[in-house]
């Protein structure tokens, strides 16, 4: 019998198929994230850990489990688990890409229409002491009809928010590793450019590659120097691609009109700073937080488990077990 521990509560959706499997399985009921030590008291006698990108899973945590044999993180991103000491014990990582998609590209662009038409601050203004009346220089922002929006990292995420824009009249210039096809970038109406004419172009910025060593500080404070002083930055990808006390800098400096963050460097904190300023919006990592988008990752994760239980192959590895 496969034992199963859940280090946060899932959607129904996905309890209901470990129901229906009958895997016996317990659940962190406490609040606020589990601590270490208490997911290291819960997962000693577990074959399968579910856990969200909060939860950190590291070579101790994963010593804690002899008899591990699968981590089902709930999420796309997986740098919360050391992927490759898993390996090295046999142990399958899995995330839940693609079903977030949708969900993370629609907040993007609501993101970058809130940002440039300042819904936000009017929203804090109306809330606050209101307004004294209509008036034609009052509150002005910006359309986005005819800007450039810069993409960094054309993946799924990427393309579909290209998809969106391209119904506001936004020009699409993007930058990733490699070119993508070009029925990909005529089907997208987007041009491969290099990153500095993104960054040197882009009326709107925006993130959507993978962290990694090579993508951390992507953004830096010679990037604000490239911008337009009149830009928007977007970071609903991963917190470390920014550096924070650059952006701050660069915000106070004026280097670029503002920014919009879902995700952060050191995150769940926040940059000291950044919460006084008018021409930035934080949301709390709410990219994927769909009813939608939120049930099809926690089918994944059950189905995974459900697979370990059947000896079945697992889905969506991301650290190279086959």
Known sequence: MSKIYLSAK?????????????????????????????LIENIADCD?????????????????????????????????????????????????????????????AGLIIALSRRI?????????????????????????????????GMGQIGQALAQMMNAFGMNILYNQRH??????????????????????????????????????HLVTSETFKQMKDSAFLINAARGPLVDEEALLQALKDKQIAGAALDVYEFE????????????????PHIGN??????????EIVAKNAIAIKNQEPVKHIVNGLD
């Open 10 to 38: 899932l959607p129904e959706l996905g309890t209901s198929l470990l129901k229906e499997a009958a895997l016996e399985y317990h659940v962190y009921e406490g609040s606020g994230l589990i601590s270490k030590k208490e």
């Open 48 to 108: 399968v850990l579910i856990c969200p990108l909060s939860t950190q899973v590291d070579r101790e945590v994963i010593d804690a489990a002899p008899h591990l044999k699968l981590i089902a993180n709930f999420g796309a991103g997986y740098n919360n688990i050391d992927t490759a000491y898993a390996k090295e014990k046999n142990i399958y990582v899995t995330n839940t890409p693609v079903v977030s998609t949708n969900a993370t590209a629609e907040l993007t």
């Open 120 to 152: 936000v601050e009017g929203d804090r203004l109306m809330h606050d002491k209101g307004f004294d009346g209509w008036a034609p220089l009052f509150f002005l922002g910006h359309e986005l009809k005819g800007k450039t929006l810069g993409i960094i």
């Open 179 to 216: 070119p993508s096809p070009s029925e990909l970038e005529e089907k997208l109406q987007a041009a491969y450019v290099s990153q500095e004419e993104v960054f040197q172009q882009a009326d709107v910025l925006t993130l959507h590659a993978p962290l990694t060593e090579d993508t951390r």
């Open 268 to 283: 769940p904190k926040v940059t000291e700073g950044l919460k006084e300023l008018s021409n930035v919006i934080l949301t």
């Open 289 to 298: 937080a769909s009813v939608e988008a939120r049930d099809q990752m926690a």
